[in-house]
């Protein structure tokens, strides 16, 4: 990318930053909870929305209260307690191997040991395993360590797209790298979730309230 080019999305994406923050408000953060909780709740969100992945959650912390519960207990229970987030199977497999992985490395079914590393060894290290993409890895790196990360969910993708800030070929693993440069120092947080809550609230897939949005001005999908 040229640098004229460089600055030009730079510039988009901290004018619509500041438009979202003028609509919806700083978010809060909340207190950083546990990496393991987080990890395993960004996996249960995977293809799915958010209330059937906390269903799926909460039945799992309900029939396994102890992450040593599931490496003793039997699968199948496991992904009966996952089936409201569907993909059980798929994601009952993701949690079981990352639970042995981090048995065998640390001998304990902890992820503090992350906090000692830099963001990219984070990446390295997480993105090793089978079934933790970026936008996982991203999530755990926002959300659990407090870190300039920033995950790109279906929302992003499409408001993003939309405003012109992503290109319109670029899938959503490409788009995490696109991302991070572009990024007002210290905003990634604040940008995350007002694209989302723009994107479930007005930059809909279907039937977008075009109208009487905010970000006309600045939206390339408005136009066509």
Same mark, same amino acid.
């Given at each position: 990318?040229?640098?004229?080019?460089?600055?030009?999305?730079?510039?988009?994406?901290?004018?619509?930053?500041?438009?979202?923050?003028?609509?919806?408000?700083?978010?809060?953060?909340?207190?950083?909870?546990?990496?393991?909780?987080?990890?395993?709740?960004?996996?249960?969100?995977?293809?799915?929305?958010?209330?059937?992945?906390?269903?799926?959650?909460?039945?799992?912390?309900?029939? !396994? +209260?102890?992450?040593?519960? @599931? &490496?003793?207990?039997? =699968? #199948?229970?496991?992904?009966?307690?996952?089936?409201?987030?569907?993909?059980?199977?798929?994601?009952?497999?993701?949690?079981?191997?990352?639970?042995?992985?981090?048995?065998?490395?640390?001998?304990?079914?902890?992820?503090?040991?992350?906090?000692?590393?830099?963001?990219?060894?984070?990446?390295?290290?997480?993105?090793?395993?089978?079934?933790?993409?970026?936008?996982?890895?991203?999530?755990?790196?926002?959300?659990?360590?407090?870190?300039?990360? !920033? +995950?790109?969910?279906?929302? @992003? &993708?499409?408001?993003? =797209? #939309?405003?012109?800030?992503?290109?319109?070929?670029?899938?959503?693993?490409?788009?995490?790298?696109?991302?991070?440069?572009?990024?007002?120092?210290?905003?990634?947080?604040?940008?995350?979730?007002?694209?989302?809550?723009?994107?479930?609230?007005?930059?809909?897939?279907?039937?977008?309230?075009?109208?009487?949005?905010?970000?006309?001005?600045?939206?390339?999908?408005?136009?066509?």
């Amino acid at each position: 990318m040229k640098p004229s080019e460089f600055k030009r999305f730079q510039s988009k994406v901290s004018k619509i930053r500041s438009l979202l923050e003028r609509e919806y408000g700083l978010p809060e953060r909340e207190r950083e909870g546990d990496l393991l909780d987080i990890l395993v709740q960004t996996i249960l969100s995977q293809n799915t929305n958010d209330l059937n992945r906390d269903q799926a959650y909460q039945r799992l912390k309900s029939q !396994f +209260p102890r992450w040593e519960d @599931i &490496l003793t207990g039997k =699968k #199948r229970a496991l992904v009966a307690a996952l089936r409201p987030g569907g993909l059980a199977k798929q994601k009952a497999k993701r949690i079981i191997d990352i639970l042995r992985w981090l048995n065998k490395r640390e001998g304990k079914l902890d992820l503090a040991f992350l906090k000692g590393m830099d963001s990219e060894e984070v990446k390295e290290t997480l993105g090793a395993l089978k079934g933790i993409g970026p936008k996982t890895v991203h999530c755990l790196l926002l959300f659990g360590l407090g870190r300039e990360a !920033f +995950p790109v969910d279906t929302h @992003i &993708l499409r408001v993003g =797209k #939309r405003l012109g800030f992503i290109p319109k070929e670029m899938d959503a693993e490409k788009a995490h790298s696109w991302m991070i440069p572009l990024m007002p120092k210290g905003k990634a947080f604040s940008l995350h979730i007002n694209l989302i809550r723009h994107g479930r609230s007005v930059c809909k897939s279907k039937n977008p309230r075009c109208s009487g949005c905010f970000l006309q001005n600045e939206c390339i999908f408005y136009s066509w």
